[in-house]
């Protein structure tokens, strides 16, 4: 059962938010930003990777859309940074929906509310450093 909104997990760490879709991008942004966390925006991989290339940025949560060859983006990002965290967001039940719900990685069904938003982002950073998948492992 979702937490009412005035009750949603929250947080200060900096999440990647990559998601083609402008209005997704900007909704979860907000509602994010909302609950304290730093959010950078990324239309694609290529602005995904510029922001993990700037050395004063430390990202500590991928949200990333599936469909955005997000599976490639996270196994390849975690090649630099293997302790960051992945949540995958997913909004149908294709080919990327079905490899997470196999590989049991975390995810976010859209569409979503803040609560739900709120709840899987703190769950994913909430994970200890030692359990995060590292580069290599079954992404």
Do not use: H
């Not at 979860?28 to 050395?55: C, D, H, S, W």
């Not at 929906?97 to 069904?109: D, Y």
């Not at 979503?112 to 994913?124: H, L």
């Amino acid at each position: 059962m979702p937490l009412p909104q005035s009750v949603a997990p929250r947080g200060s760490e900096t999440i990647l938010l990559v998601d083609a879709d402008p209005e997704t991008r900007k909704l979860a942004a907000f509602m994010l930003g909302k609950q304290g966390y730093t959010i950078l925006e990324a239309r694609n991989r290529a602005e995904a990777f510029a922001v993990f290339n700037q050395p004063t940025r430390e990202v500590e949560l991928l949200l990333v859309e599936v469909r955005a060859r997000g599976w490639e983006l996270a196994e390849e990002v975690k090649q630099k940074q293997p302790k960051l965290r992945v949540l995958f967001m997913c909004g149908d039940t294709g080919m990327g929906a079905k490899l997470i719900l196999e590989q049991r990685l975390p995810f976010l069904r859209k569409p979503f509310t803040m609560a739900e938003i709120a709840g899987k982002v703190r769950s994913a950073l909430d994970v200890p450093v030692e359990k995060v998948l590292t580069a290599g492992a079954s992404l």
